[in-house]
């Protein structure tokens, strides 16, 4: 390698403010605490000064060597933070933030949405709803991050996060309302199933279209920081809805508004067909908060501990700074992207294997808490039984709720049915009266 290229690797990974989050232990608590290290290197970096260079919003120095004035990408990767490791192992007990019973708790919240999944994917190939997403291989992201947020910030998540709402007391029944699209269902059945969402809970509805709520995230963020609310944002989104413009706006008026929120990517490597490899260039998403002007962690998403330890700080940092940071966790995609997909048509089950199912989050828990004699195999089995049949009584109750009627289709949006619409409304049940037996009961 080149001198040239050396110099400027070196330069550009102290350029970073992202790359260094040490964990900074206290030995009187288990608190984790991070320290940033931003290091004052533009001294060494200038070699010929000419004179002080200004500029709007830019104050720096001028040089005749073209060198100290150019950045090249740095092909070292951000390490990832990691606590718990595949066997079950901490690398670092001080690092254990959670309690006993924090841990014992969710770990019976990630195996019941780990059944919920693989329930109601079966439920969408018997024909019983008409959709579904699993989020298996990711359940440590919506945990850890949900248990580090207080229940009062806001959450905007793409669709793949059903656990974050279910930590907040989301009940699987309420979630096979949504999917089954029956009259209890928040979102008076409008939405295909997993677009979940609750006013009460704090969780906004989900969108289908990419990337849309991630520049609404800053627009509450900032809301409550011009009303002193004391609370953040926490917005999810994919390795693929980072390359949607949103993103990049998102981002943009975080940091020059300053907003409390966190952008949480969750990296499972994949957009339905498309790798990492081929969505972007760079080192991930984490290392784009530089060119924001944010700070930003990349993290084991696959480890409960380290997810919740690294939202716990930010989250902190966020609400008392008033400051926006980014959150990169990497993890696996390990189902189909939805229903509507197959990954054997674009991908090696070797790497299903290596890279999901070998690190699965939730085995991960399980062997800490035998290892920590807090739950033993025996007890896991009984569980899940108990678990899974509680789960299918609940889907067949769900089923035989009745369906919202079709006048639902036409209120909640104005205040007063404007005439058009009342015309539609009737068009259509004069059409269903017509041809009763075409239209499912619930529609006459
Ligand atoms: C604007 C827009 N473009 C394309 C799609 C189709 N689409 C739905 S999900 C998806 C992949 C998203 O990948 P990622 O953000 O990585 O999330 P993941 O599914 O991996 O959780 C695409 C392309 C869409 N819903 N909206
Ligand atoms: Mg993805």
Redesign the pocket.
């Known amino acids: 390698m080149s001198r040239f290229l050396v110099n400027h690797l070196s330069a550009m990974s102290r350029l970073c403010r992202v790359t260094v989050l040490r964990p900074l232990l206290t030995p009187s608590t288990t608190q984790v605490r991070f320290q940033t290290t931003d290091i004052k290197h533009r001294d060494r970096l200038i070699q010929k000064e000419l004179g002080i260079a200004r500029y709007v919003g830019m104050k720096t120095v001028y040089s005749a060597d073209i060198e100290t004035c150019t950045v090249v990408p740095n092909h070292t990767p951000l390490p990832v933070y990691q606590v718990l490791d595949n066997e079950g192992c901490v690398h670092d007990t001080d690092q254990l933030s959670l309690s006993n019973q924090e841990v014992l708790d969710i770990y019976k919240q990630m195996v019941t949405l780990t059944l919920m999944d693989k329930l109601l994917y079966d439920a969408q190939r018997h024909g019983r709803i008409s959709f579904y997403m699993a989020c298996t291989g990711e359940e440590a992201i919506h945990f850890g991050s949900s248990a580090g947020l207080s229940h009062e910030d806001m959450v905007y998540a793409?669709y793949?996060e059903a656990g974050v709402l279910m930590y907040r007391g989301f009940s699987p029944e309420e979630c096979m309302n949504q999917c089954t699209g029956n009259v209890l269902d928040l979102g008076k059945a409008r939405q295909m199933p997993v677009h979940y969402g609750s006013r009460k809970l704090n969780y906004q509805h989900i969108s289908?279209?990419?990337?849309t709520q991630i520049p609404q995230a800053p627009g509450t963020a900032y809301a409550f920081k011009l009303q002193g609310a004391n609370k953040c944002v926490c917005v999810f989104?994919?390795?693929?809805?980072a390359s949607?413009g949103d993103c990049h706006a998102a981002m943009n008026f975080a940091t020059t508004l300053q907003c409390p929120v966190l952008f949480f990517c969750?990296n499972?490597g994949?957009?339905?067909s498309t790798p990492a490899t081929e969505q972007y260039a760079g080192d991930g998403i984490a290392m784009r908060a530089i060119g924001y002007g944010m700070e930003a962690v990349r993290v084991d998403g696959n480890d409960l501990f380290a997810v919740y330890n690294a939202v716990k700080h930010y989250r902190e940092r966020a609400v008392t700074e008033n400051a926006p940071f980014l959150i990169e966790a990497m993890t696996y995609?390990v189902g189909h992207?939805s229903t509507s997909d197959d990954w054997k048509a674009y991908r090696y089950e070797n790497e299903v294997h290596e890279l999901g199912l070998n690190s699965c989050p939730v085995k991960r828990v399980k062997l800490f808490l035998i290892k920590q004699g807090l739950w033993t195999s025996e007890e896991d089995e009984d569980f899940i039984q108990q678990t899974r049949s509680t789960l299918i009584q609940t889907l067949e109750k769900a089923e035989r709720q009745p369906k919202p009627g079709l006048d639902s289709l036409f209120t909640d949006v104005y205040d007063k049915i404007p005439s058009n619409l009342i015309d539609q409304r009737n068009e259509i049940t004069n059409h269903i009266r017509k041809y009763p037996n075409e239209y499912p009961k619930h529609y006459q």
């Not at 989104?237 to 809805?241: H, N, W, Y």
């Open positions: 793409q793949r289908s279209p990419l990337g989104f994919g390795d693929g809805s949607e969750r499972n994949y957009a339905i995609r992207h």
